[in-house]
């Protein structure tokens, strides 16, 4: 999760239509692999170059576990896009997002297994969790500032900064989640709520409303952060875990989807459903994601291995189920102008659509050899980055697409 987006579209602000067009802009996608940016997770990583997606505070998603050992599906892209971190042994590294090669000191010697990283909004720092330890790192020396957000009994999650970067939220495996204040490293407070442990906690855009995943009660929790209290009951979205869920750019409403095929929607200032759910075609549903203007959602179906784009104010299907992959849809994300949504699946391929006419926008985007778990894009649409089981992070650049004649 990162914060606040560069609003300004470049390329991929022009609509991918038309017969030439898209051949352009697929001539333009097909891998222009300027470095390998094979196995990051290898002692000697090689960065490859492709691109395009940036990561929204507003959006979370639960990361699967590895199917091999390391931490492949972790991705954290700075706020301004320039410089993205990855996990690799124990160690975080940071890359270029322009030429793939190193952009900023490693943080080395990290307690524990990491499981969640975030850059704060001003970019200044990095902060880890681990199964030991919440601690804040500076992004340029790559050293430890502070001592450690100590609290947590067992395992700490994940890791979450407010968008104005003075708050820091973590969950764990104690089934609590904690706020702390960035400068002075105290805790401000601890949300007792969920039972088991808590896999994933979100800030709305505006800071105010807190959202986390129970992993072990699978169920969804508003708070509050100005009092650390909870806004409305538990939140149930189907029998069984949640796989993802997002904040509206708005903030005002909150979707989240798990094993069964509804995807419901709540009112964050109350708690309560925010109209009726959608149902998608065929259940789980992996992945979602709204578009910059909130007025699109956009659900894979992992029976089907579709994605569907959902019209908000009518709740209605936008046009036809997105189809392609062979492999269930895990990741997803529109590029700033919303206008282009990219979908990462267990086939191992990442695939770019016109989310407008709900065609392919170039061929897909091929280099992984096992499934594909993450993915960011860059404020300017520019760089797309995926991260999968392979052990291996790719960076795709994209061009402006081709004008038709």
């Known amino acids: 999760m990162t914060t606040k987006r560069d609003r300004k579209g470049t390329s991929s602000d022009c609509t991918v239509g038309g017969r030439r ?12 692999g300027l470095f390998a940016l094979s196995a990051i997770t290898t002692a ?26 390391g931490t492949s599906g972790i991705i954290a892209l700075r706020p301004d896009g320039k410089v993205f971190a990855t996990v690799s042994r124990g160690t975080v590294r940071q890359w270029a997002t322009a030429t793939g090669r190193r952009g900023g000191a490693p943080l080395t010697g990290l307690a524990g297994t990491v499981n969640s990283v975030v850059f ?9 969790a681990t199964n030991r330890e919440v601690a804040l790192w500076d992004a340029a020396t790559g050293q430890r500032s502070g001592q450690p957000l100590a609290g947590h009994d067992g395992s700490v999650r994940s890791v979450a900064f407010s968008p104005t970067g003075q708050l820091v939220a ?13 400068v002075t490293g105290k805790l401000v407070y601890t949300m007792n709520g969920h039972t088991g442990a808590v896999r994933l906690v979100v800030f709305s855009p505006n800071g105010a409303r807190l959202a986390t995943v129970g992993a072990g009660d699978n169920s969804v ?14 939140l149930t979205v189907n029998p069984g875990p949640v796989y993802a869920m997002s904040f509206s750019p708005n903030g005002r409403l909150l979707a989240a989807s798990g094993a069964g095929k509804v995807v419901r929607v709540w009112n964050t200032a109350t708690g309560r459903a925010a109209g009726k759910p959608l149902t998608s075609s065929a259940g789980p549903v992996y992945a979602l994601t709204f578009n910059r203007g909130g007025k699109l959602l956009a659900t894979s ?40 949504l990219a979908t990462a699946s267990d086939d191992g391929t990442v695939r770019l659509w ?23 894009i860059t404020p300017d649409g520019k760089r797309l980055i995926s991260a999968g089981a392979d052990n291996k992070v790719r960076l795709w650049r994209i061009p402006a697409p081709t004008p038709a004649a």
């Open 21 to 32: 067009r898209r051949a352009g802009w697929a001539a333009a996608v097909a891998l222009i």
């Open 44 to 69: 000697k990583p090689a960065l490859a170059v492709n691109s395009e997606l940036t990561q929204n505070q507003a959006a979370g998603a639960v990361r699967p576990r590895a199917a091999v050992p």
């Open 120 to 128: 704060s909004p001003d970019g200044g720092q990095l902060a880890v």
């Open 170 to 182: 973590t969950s764990g495996d104690d089934g609590t989640v904690r706020l702390w204040n960035r």
């Open 221 to 234: 929790r508003l708070w509050q952060t100005s009092t650390g209290q909870p806004i409305g009951p538990a």
């Open 301 to 340: 179906s992992g029976g089907d291995n579709t994605v569907q784009l959902w019209t908000m104010a009518t709740r209605k299907a936008a046009g036809e189920p997105l189809a392609g992959h062979a492999g269930p849809v895990r990741a997803m994300r529109f590029n700033p102008s919303g206008k282009v």
């Open 354 to 376: 016109n989310a407008t006419t709900g065609a392919a926008a170039g061929p897909p985007l091929m280099g992984h050899t096992a499934p594909v778990w993450a993915l960011r």
